[in-house]
């Protein structure tokens, strides 16, 4: 069964970068698609971007297009997703998710979860 672990969270300055990590173990990632959720206090999770197993990926919100990228090292078994000029409308727990070989916009289409890891940006 797939197992996914965040890192790379913290606390961070307006203006800033971050880049976090979702490592993968028990299966292979290459033929998931992994979406990157985030959720603040009191908001729905959403998604912010995703990498289908070919490698093509999608940023959703209009608000992390250009400042958001998310990437793959299958050989490494991990996805990235690099944030940059980060804004304090950012601060939210981070999850990563997986499903097999595409993306989805909603959660109920994810198999796998991590269990999250908390971005502050505030300063």
């Known amino acids: 069964q797939l197992q996914l672990v965040e890192s790379g969270g913290g606390l961070v300055q307006p203006g800033g970068s971050l880049r976090l990590s979702c490592a993968a173990s028990?299966?292979?990632?290459?033929?998931?698609?992994i979406g990157w959720f985030r959720q603040a206090p009191e908001k729905e999770r959403e998604l912010v971007s995703c990498i289908r197993s070919s490698g093509s990926s999608t940023n959703l919100p209009d608000s992390v297009k250009g400042r958001f990228t998310i990437s793959r090292d299958n050989t490494k078994n991990t996805v990235y997703l690099q944030m940059n000029s980060l804004k304090p409308e950012d601060t939210a727990v981070y999850y990563c998710a997986a499903r097999l070989y595409g993306c989805a916009s909603t959660v109920s289409m994810y198999t796998y979860w991590g269990q999250g890891t908390q971005v502050t940006v505030s300063s």
């Open positions: 028990g299966d292979t990632l290459g033929s998931y698609g």
